[in-house]
């Protein structure tokens, strides 16, 4: 989530009603949603365009990168993500959430989701080099529909400052 000041853009709801279309209940602010790829060391490889912060991140992802991603688990290279992408489908692996009623995770289960969150926080490394870095990623004051563009930049200049090149196909 990208923080953001101007946001008078109205939307409607999944119950009917009409919400302010960057506001994020998840963050408790006016955002932008931005869905992103790391490498397993941590590089950020790809950004997509941004979506208001009202829309969930599976949402987003479906929107963007989830047919990438599914013709990448077909052969053999899963993806790792949090419990936003919950459903999201095959290759998408996600936590495995506590059971309701008091019960305890399987110890399988525990393990699963501690290695899950290890490997994660080596690709989480990518927005915190993107947002650490790039000042202008920490509050936009633009127009929200530019973080996207503004975001693809800082990729472009993190690339070039970790001296990658990508492969071009």
Same mark, same amino acid.
């Given at each position: 989530?990208?923080?953001?000041?101007?946001? $008078?853009?109205?939307?409607?709801?999944?119950?009917?009603?009409?919400? #302010?279309?960057? %506001?994020?209940?998840?963050?408790? @602010?006016?955002?932008?949603?931005?869905?992103?790829?790391? &490498?397993?060391?941590?590089?950020?490889?790809?950004?997509?365009?941004?979506?208001?912060?009202?829309?969930? #991140? *599976?949402? &987003?992802?479906?929107?963007?990168?989830?047919?990438? *991603? %599914?013709?990448?688990? &077909?052969?053999?290279? =899963?993806?790792?993500? #949090?419990?936003?992408?919950?459903?999201?489908?095959?290759?998408?692996?996600?936590?495995?959430? @506590?059971?309701? #009623?008091?019960?305890?995770?399987?110890?399988?289960?525990?393990? %699963?989701?501690?290695?899950?969150?290890? *490997?994660?926080?080596?690709?989480?490394?990518?927005? $915190?080099?993107?947002?650490?870095?790039?000042?202008? *990623? @920490?509050?936009?004051?633009?127009? =929200?529909?530019?973080?996207?563009?503004?975001?693809? &930049?800082?990729?472009?200049?993190?690339?070039?400052?970790?001296?990658?090149?990508?492969?071009?196909?």
């Amino acid at each position: 989530m990208i923080p953001v000041d101007r946001c $008078a853009e109205q939307t409607v709801s999944v119950k009917g009603g009409s919400i #302010d279309a960057w %506001y994020s209940g998840k963050a408790h @602010q006016h955002a932008g949603n931005l869905q992103a790829l790391s &490498a397993p060391g941590g590089l950020p490889l790809w950004i997509a365009e941004v979506e208001p912060g009202s829309v969930h #991140d *599976l949402t &987003a992802a479906r929107a963007h990168v989830l047919g990438a *991603l %599914y013709a990448a688990a &077909a052969t053999g290279l =899963p993806t790792l993500a #949090d419990s936003g992408y919950e459903g999201a489908g095959i290759g998408i692996h996600t936590p495995i959430k @506590q059971p309701k #009623d008091n019960q305890i995770l399987s110890p399988d289960n525990r393990t %699963y989701n501690r290695l899950l969150r290890a *490997l994660r926080c080596l690709g989480e490394r990518g927005f $915190a080099l993107l947002k650490g870095r790039w000042r202008t *990623l @920490q509050h936009i004051t633009v127009s =929200p529909s530019r973080i996207g563009d503004i975001a693809r &930049a800082a990729l472009v200049l993190t690339h070039f400052e970790h001296d990658y090149i990508p492969e071009i196909r």
